[in-house]
């Protein structure tokens, strides 16, 4: 699997972003998707993640409510949309596929994609 993440930007606090993740491969929809991010100086962290039919999801407290992750399997497509973005949220963003179930490891996910910046200014 390959994966390209975009739409990453610069937005003001209290602003929206959506990200998109497109995968290649025809295995897509038996992954389950997730979304990781990297602070400049801070570990790699987890954001959220999707199981392969789409009916279960996780979030990292930091995000409850304010992010939402889907996917589109026809489209071989995950996103996250990022709503009410604070400074914190400032990362580069990750997308990640891993062939086991819903997980919050890192070390879970097998397939990463370049990462998309986001900056969110205060």
């Known amino acids: 699997v390959q994966l390209q993440a975009s739409g990453g930007g610069l937005v003001q606090a209290g602003g929206s972003l959506r990200l998109s993740c497109a995968a290649s491969?025809?295995?897509?929809?038996?992954?389950?998707m997730g979304w990781f991010r990297q602070a400049p100086g801070k570990e790699r962290e987890f954001v959220a993640a999707?199981?392969?039919?789409?009916?279960?999801?996780e979030y990292a407290d930091s995000v409850k409510g304010r992010f939402a992750i889907s996917r589109e399997n026809a489209k071989n497509t995950v996103y996250l949309q990022m709503n009410s973005l604070k400074p914190e949220d400032t990362a580069v963003y990750y997308c990640?596929?891993?062939?086991?179930?819903?997980?919050?490891?890192?070390?879970?996910?097998?397939?990463w994609g370049q990462g998309t910046e986001v900056t969110v200014s205060s």
């Open positions: 990640a596929a891993d062939p086991h179930g819903l997980s919050s490891n890192e070390y879970d996910y097998d397939y």
């Open positions: 999707v199981s392969w039919i789409g009916g279960n999801t």
């Open positions: 491969g025809r295995t897509f929809s038996s992954y389950t």
